[in-house]
């Protein structure tokens, strides 16, 4: 029997894809930048400037000698050491929670406590300005998402009112693109009004919100309830890699029994988790950095508001400048970078409400002539 070749090859569907999103500015690409770069850096998530601390530093490379360059296999087999209990008893009694389990990213946090969370029969009320992690957490989990509007308690309320069974409301701690605060308390009173969990994911409040940098759901008294688990990062404030989640003792046992992104990945690698527990260790030495990071953020704010731009009040230490367009976001940021500032570029679909803009990370490290550098910059180039 004669087969007719097909008329085109697996892959062309691509290539519209790719015209689309020439067409539209949302062009991606990667650009590998130098190990020591001239540029002020306000693009990373390094809020507290731990990334190149000596301490944090020499945290790695003692791990890595000891324990050598991979953790060689899940945390089940043979990935889990010494090293990373420690964080964990660290990172919990830090954050005021039970029990803690690191895993190899913040992704894989929010992946594993939301599937693991939310079996066939439950409920998920998730915020709709949530992370893409938390969003794909909703998508493979078994049980049925209702996404209800931003930051809206009584949103989520009625939701849950609407189920039943087991339910879980989610939600970003602080917003990452224009960096609110999400109203946790709010949320946690809904939540127990009808027997639901919070889960909430801290990335963008540890290190930042909270007592001495414990985290926004510490700061909303809700470390260690029974019905709460923070997911958080080791990668933003801790200058590190990877991730965590926290809750009751019983919840984490639970997600070491079915949370495939920890049962089935290869567990963080040594030197990342002996950096994170160096970084964990000097926060706890040095707390007026979570409040450096917030006040170099309050006044970045306050200066671009009084040069005429869009910019959002910031609740921790992301400040978002708002952009006429993705293309004007685009040149915007190059502009910044050629005058040696670097800065987060924010265009659909990143951003859930289609608007772009300009993402600036305020650091705990910055001293008065860089933000001023950085607003002159920022103002002498807006579109």
């Known amino acids: ?71 060689t296999g899940s945390r089940l087999v043979t990935g889990s050491t010494e090293l990373h209990a420690q964080l964990e008893r660290e990172l919990a009694e830090f954050c005021g929670f039970e029990s803690a389990l690191v895993l190899s990213s913040g992704y894989a946090a929010n992946l594993a406590a939301v599937t693991a969370l939310a079996p066939h029969g439950s409920l998920i009320v998730s915020d709709a300005d949530n992370h893409a992690s938390l969003i794909d957490g909703c998508r493979l989990a078994r049980g049925a998402t209702q996404v209800v509007p931003h930051a809206d308690p009584d949103a989520a309320r009625k939701a849950l009112g609407t189920h039943a069974g087991p339910a879980v409301v989610v939600s970003d701690s602080v917003f990452s693109v224009d960096g609110d605060a999400a109203p946790l308390a709010q949320l946690a009173a809904a939540c127990r009004e009808f027997g639901a969990g919070l889960i909430v994911d801290d990335a963008h409040g540890l290190g930042v919100l909270g007592a001495g940098g414990r985290g926004a759901v510490q700061a909303a008294g809700l470390a260690g309830a029974a019905d709460t688990v923070a997911t958080v990062t080791l990668s933003k404030s801790f200058g590190s890699q990877g991730g965590a989640v926290l809750g009751p003792a019983k919840v984490i046992d639970h997600l070491v029994n079915a949370a495939r992104t920890f049962i089935f990945d290869t567990g963080l690698a040594p030197a990342a988790a002996g950096a994170a527990l160096a970084a964990l260790r000097l926060l706890r030495r040095e707390p007026e950095r979570a409040a450096r990071a917030r006040a170099v953020a309050a006044e970045l704010h306050q200066r671009l508001t009084a040069e005429g731009l869009s910019a959002v009040r910031p609740d921790a230490a992301v400040v978002s400048v708002r952009a006429p367009s993705p293309e004007a976001a685009v040149r915007w940021a190059a502009q910044c970078r050629a005058e040696g500032l670097a800065v987060g570029c924010f265009r659909p679909p990143s951003v859930p409400d289609g608007i772009s803009r300009l993402r600036l990370t305020a650091r705990a490290d910055l001293g008065e002539t860089q933000i001023a550098e950085a607003v002159r910059v920022i103002s002498r180039s807006a579109p």
């Open 1 to 71: 029997m004669n087969v007719q070749a097909p008329s085109h090859a697996p892959f062309d569907w691509i290539d519209t894809q790719a015209r689309r999103r020439e067409q539209a500015g949302l062009v991606r690409t990667l650009r590998p930048r130098p190990a020591r770069s001239p540029l002020l850096d306000l693009a990373s998530n390094d809020y507290l400037g731990l990334a190149r601390h000596p301490e944090v530093t020499e945290g790695a490379a003692a791990a890595a000698r000891r324990w050598g360059g991979g953790a």
